[in-house]
């Protein structure tokens, strides 16, 4: 198997909705972006797979190095094979890949965020600085348009939170802001209890409610900083900003049950959303 084919399998492993967006782009573009989502979900892996704290902080240690020495063209996984032959072209630094690990090694060491700034450094590490080097491999000419991809980022990971809070209550995680759930009067216990009726309450829809408008207002945000130069070039983010959007409204339409189940759009539905994003550039 080739260090593409390791890329190619590892982001088509994980069934992400981003990976639709990918079938649009140029070979050289897909290639980079894929073995760039393939690092990240290795990485991301690491602290989702590995029970052991010490284990994952220890294998995080070793991408650390394995970043370095990959940047000194000495990489030995294939994952990281597959993207130092673009990192120069797309502007790809080892500072970007740090910052994902640093990302994952905040899972490691804390399970609750105190209030929202806490929270949005994390998400600026997993997911705006991915999203900054998204919109490099896709074509970005105008420096604002990484504030774009640090905001539309912010907007997925916000959806991925309220998406899965169950998921990450049954792994002993609460994404969502403890300033947040004393405001609106919900306890962490409501939320880790796995039995029915699950949590569910006027307190939890009121809380979820405003998660969900503040990911809205973070969608909103991000497209309109985009530039109308970089618009053509960033169809993919859009794609996959359409996407998420469309989850997000279907989890509010359904009263955010996300305690028990996680909710996902069908595959025919994401490559329907991609390709009307394509067709309309929007």
Request: net charge neutral; aromatic share 10%.
């Amino acid at each position: 198997m080739t260090p593409n084919q390791y890329a190619e399998a590892k982001a088509a492993e994980s069934g992400s909705s981003f990976t639709y967006a990918f079938k649009f782009l140029e070979p050289a573009q897909r290639e980079a972006i894929t073995a760039f989502y393939a690092v990240c979900r290795e990485v991301d892996d690491v602290v989702d797979e590995v029970s052991d704290p010490g284990v994952a902080a220890t294998k995080l240690a070793w991408w650390r190095r394995e970043v370095g020495s990959a940047f000194a063209d000495q990489a030995s996984h294939p994952a990281l094979q597959a993207l130092m032959p673009h990192a120069e072209r797309f502007g790809i630094e080892a500072r970007h890949l740090l910052a994902v690990i640093e990302g994952c090694e905040m899972d490691l060491q804390q399970s609750r965020y105190l209030d929202y700034p806490g929270l949005q450094r994390y998400c600026h590490l997993v997911a705006g600085v991915v999203g900054e080097v998204a919109s490099g491999i896709f074509g970005r000419t105008q420096p604002q348009t990484v504030e774009y991809a640090h905001r539309l980022g912010l907007a997925l990971q916000l959806t991925n939170i309220i998406r899965d809070v169950g998921d990450d209550a049954r792994r002993g995680r609460i994404y969502l802001p403890v300033s947040e759930l004393q405001q609106f009067g919900v306890t962490a216990q409501e939320l880790l209890k796995r039995e029915a009726p699950w949590g569910y309450s006027d307190r939890f829809t009121a809380l979820m409610r405003f998660q969900a408008e503040r990911a809205q207002r973070a969608y909103d945000e991000a497209l309109a900083l985009l530039p109308e130069a970089d618009r053509r070039a960033q169809k993919p983010g859009l794609m996959m900003a359409n996407i998420y959007r469309r989850l997000l409204r279907e989890i509010e339409a359904g009263g955010f049950q996300v305690l028990h189940q996680r909710i996902s759009l069908t595959p025919l539905r994401k490559v329907w959303i991609a390709m009307l994003t394509q067709w309309r550039g929007r």
